[in-house]
């Protein structure tokens, strides 16, 4: 069993920075790949990005490309996104999950966070 806890969320303005953290614990944490998702209201989940367990393989979605970036402290059991450039249609609330493999899938991941807030005022 593996518990994640998101933290870092906030209500910042457009062009503001927020660094989202994944706190693993249970399970080997670098056994595992990183996906973080969101949902803003109204809409359904939506995939945001993905590390692999080494932290060597990145992948986002267009919407974030160039903006957000994945990382993780596998010594810290601790994946983290890094939001820059954030803007109002970003406001949603951001699940970290965990897996097996770098899917865009939600269904493929077996753990996931409670997620935190982000708002992004104009």
């Known amino acids: 069993q593996v518990q994640l806890v998101e933290s870092g969320g906030g209500l910042v303005q457009a062009g503001d920075s927020l660094r989202l953290s ?20 109204g809409k359904e989940r939506e995939f945001v990005a993905v590390i692999n367990r080494s932290g060597s393989y990145t992948y986002y979605a267009d919407s974030v490309k160039g903006r957000f970036a994945s990382s993780r402290d596998n010594a810290k059991n601790t994946g983290y996104l890094q939001m820059n450039s954030l803007k109002p249609e970003d406001t949603a609330v951001y699940y970290c999950a965990a897996g097996l493999d770098t899917s865009i899938a939600a269904r493929r991941y077996v753990y996931w966070g409670q997620g935190t807030q982000v708002t992004v005022s104009s």
């Open 22 to 41: 994944c706190a693993a614990s249970g399970r080997t944490f670098n056994s595992l790949t990183v996906g973080w998702f969101r949902q803003a209201p």
